[in-house]
């Protein structure tokens, strides 16, 4: 988000963010509720930030970056740390971890250092207290000079010894640990007290198994892992905290022992008897850098959600040098991943005209990183959804993207007007032949009335050429508007017209270039029925739809010829679709176009006969197949019988889940409904 305001804006701007900020934190850390997505939320605290960095004179004592979490709820009696549990500034961008380490090279510019990267695993922290190697006191971080006494509840996580395990001086020996960290350590597990901290969390799989037992017994299913650890540490019986089958991962050993780095902290915890936090050392910030990255790319592959890794200075003597800032220590930082919501400012608001001559309105924002890409627009689908979010021109809003899916507006922050923000108003002409727009009896959408609108004209064609549709290679939207401006087609009849002799003049086009096009479109003059209805942009008749109609009628010209009542007796498709596939054939228009199609050599296929191995079930896909694409497993499960959707509903069948899942994952848990790998999947559509 662009931070260029003035001194007197930036105020107003950081005050604003304080007071959003602290009440998503209050209903989140101590009433367990989530109004927006912790990735919003990270988003919203990383600007104000930015924008303390940027005018520190600003920085209050009471604001969110300089306090750590809510307070502890009563029902638990409160414990002081001994020494605070501080928070982590995060990060998202490359640079920014730079710009880390610059500063900490400022502070001590002689000095040289290596990395500890390990997981920022997406649980509750909680410390323990050992005394004379025995369990004495499990604490929450609460506002991090007070938490919670939760010792009763944490007793019963499996993963956390009641006491301490003994090494080995040759154990300490195989794991380079010098004799004096041992003799120290023998020493405070004998009749000393000595510190852990890490995460409590809750495993995927006990997640889903959770939520299928409480689906079964009628019980609200549980939001997420995160929640449902925090929730379950809460419970003031144990043994309902016992029935959650917790897990604890520890990423410090706070006591001093003659450690010198924090790699032999990790060492030490592990032999002790703990689960430690996945991590690897790094001896520059490009390592650091590789770590992120594959951490990013196994996220689904591990048994619990984590949403970045933490750095950390590996030389423990330079903490002293570093120190901290606010609550927060100078040399760890958390390197988070993209998120797939943020927070942005909406610049403008435009209309789009669609193939079918639909008013899209669209927002165009400050720029914005999400899951990766950088996102300057975000659909507003129609006038109806902007009233109901209440979007203004100018307004800070989450948008939010998962996958391939456009960037949509999932909620408003009127919280943060300045009062400069404009009503959007639909225009009443096509911004692109000026011709009435109109929105038609019982639909929430308008329409160019131009049925020769440029603008509709260039997106069928878009349409017509794309892979679900005739899939010409080397013919792109950049290419069809050069080949409109020429004259050269107006109609997608054209393009099966076109010769190696119209294409070489053209700028761009060279001998090669004007061949290679022209083969694919002869290749591309065999189509399957099903894409060829998909290819002719029939209001309504998406993907799965085409496929129904090419079972159903087995040619074109036998649904050419179907009557109304026919196209409505059809399952799955309703008496919209059916009068919207009856009018099209109608149009003398379009029965030309199918004429001329056929006439410049397109030669339709007829459908596969169907198998019924997998009538009445619908599977939805996730990441990336190894096996085939995701076009090639949509085709083999409807050749099956079976349906495939593009969303998932309690409805849905089967969630396949290849390689670096999107959201539709996380949905399926919440929503009980079965996952399987893509080795299942083949294993279900073989013969």
């Known amino acids: 988000m662009d931070l260029k305001l003035s001194k007197k804006e930036a105020r107003e701007r950081i005050e604003k963010l304080k007071k959003l900020i602290n009440h998503y934190r209050y209903l989140y850390h101590v009433l367990d509720k989530e109004e927006i997505s912790p990735e919003a939320l990270d988003s919203l605290k990383h600007e104000l930030w930015r924008l303390e960095q940027q005018y520190p004179e600003f920085i209050t004592p009471d604001s969110p970056t300089q306090r750590v979490a809510g307070k502890p709820l009563d029902e638990f009696q409160k414990v002081s740390h001994k020494i605070p549990m501080l928070s982590l500034e995060d990060i998202f961008e490359e640079q920014e971890l730079y710009d880390w380490e610059k500063r900490l090279k400022r502070i001590a510019p002689y000095r040289s250092w290596d990395y500890y990267c390990e997981l920022k695993m997406d649980g509750l922290s909680v410390s323990l207290i050992y005394r004379q190697g025995i369990l004495h006191t499990a604490a929450t971080r609460g506002d991090g000079k007070t938490g919670e006494d939760v010792t009763q509840n944490v007793k019963t996580i499996e993963a956390v010894p009641l006491s301490l395990r003994e090494p080995t001086k040759e154990e300490f020996k195989q794991e380079g640990l010098s004799e004096i960290v041992y003799k120290n350590l023998l020493k405070v597990i004998k009749g000393g007290e000595i510190e852990f901290r890490g995460e409590v969390i809750m495993t995927k799989k006990v997640f889903n198994q959770l939520n299928k037992k409480y689906k079964k017994e009628g019980k609200p299913l549980l939001s997420n892992p995160r929640n449902a650890a925090a929730g379950s540490l809460r419970q003031l019986d144990p043994k309902i905290t016992a029935e959650r089958k917790l897990d604890y991962y520890v990423w410090q050993l706070v006591t001093d022992l003659g450690q010198k780095t924090f790699e032999e902290s990790t060492k030490i915890a592990k032999l002790c008897g703990f689960k430690i936090v996945p991590g690897n050392i790094a001896k520059?910030?490009?390592?650091?850098?590789?770590?992120?990255?594959?951490w990013l790319k196994n996220k689904e592959k591990l048994p619990f959600n984590y949403d970045g890794i933490v750095v950390k200075v590996n030389q423990l003597n330079l903490y002293k040098i570093f120190g901290v800032v606010g609550k927060a220590p100078r040399y760890w930082i958390a390197f988070k991943f993209q998120g797939k919501e943020a927070t942005t400012k909406i610049k403008d608001i435009i209309v789009q005209i669609g193939r079918?001559?639909?008013v899209t309105p669209v927002a165009i924002l400050e720029p914005v990183n999400l899951d990766g890409a950088i996102v300057s627009r975000a659909t507003l689908h129609n006038e109806d959804e902007i009233k109901r979010l209440g979007v203004k021109i100018g307004d800070t809003v989450i948008v939010r993207r998962a996958g391939e899916v456009i960037p949509e507006i999932v909620k408003t922050l009127p919280e943060l007007r300045t009062g400069k923000e404009r009503n959007f108003r639909m225009p009443k002409n096509c911004p692109v032949c000026g011709m009435p727009l109109e929105k038609k009896p019982g639909e929430v959408d308008y329409y160019c009335t131009n049925p020769n609108c440029f603008a509709t004209q260039k997106r069928f064609l878009y349409h017509f050429i794309s892979k679900k549709a005739f899939d010409i290679e080397h013919l792109g939207p950049k290419i069809i508007d050069q080949l409109i401006e020429e004259g050269l087609i107006e109609s997608p009849a054209d393009i099966f017209k076109l010769k190696r002799g119209d294409l070489v003049p053209l700028e761009r086009f060279a001998e090669k270039s004007a061949q290679n096009l022209i083969e694919a479109i002869e290749k591309a003059k065999t189509i399957p029925l099903e894409r060829f209805i998909y290819a002719l942009g029939i209001r309504h008749v998406g993907e799965e739809t085409a496929n129904i109609l090419a079972q159903k009628f087995g040619s074109i010209q036998s649904l050419e010829k179907a009557t109304l009542e026919e196209l409505e007796n059809i399952p799955d498709i309703g008496p919209i679709v059916a009068r919207s596939i009856y009018q099209w054939f109608k149009n003398k228009k379009n029965k030309k176009l199918?004429?001329?199609?056929?006439?410049n050599g397109v030669r339709i296929i007829p459908p596969k006969k169907i198998k019924e191995k997998l009538k009445g079930l619908t599977f939805v896909f996730t990441g990336a197949l190894n096996s085939m694409s995701r076009d090639e497993a949509s085709e083999r499960v409807r050749m099956l019988g079976g349906k495939v959707s593009s969303s998932i509903s309690r409805e849905t069948?089967?969630?396949?889940?290849?390689?670096?899942?999107?959201?539709?994952?996380?949905?399926?848990?919440?929503?009980?409904?079965?996952?399987?790998?893509?080795?299942?999947?083949?294993?279900?559509?073989?013969?």
């Open 594 to 599: 199918v004429d001329d199609l056929l006439k």
């Open 653 to 687: 069948d089967y969630l396949v889940v290849g390689e670096n899942p999107g959201s539709k994952l996380e949905k399926a848990k919440q929503l009980g409904v079965k996952t399987i790998s893509e080795k299942k999947f083949l294993e279900l559509i073989s013969d």
């Open 356 to 358: 079918t001559g639909k």
């Open 284 to 294: 520059d910030l490009k390592e650091v850098i590789t770590i992120h990255r594959q």
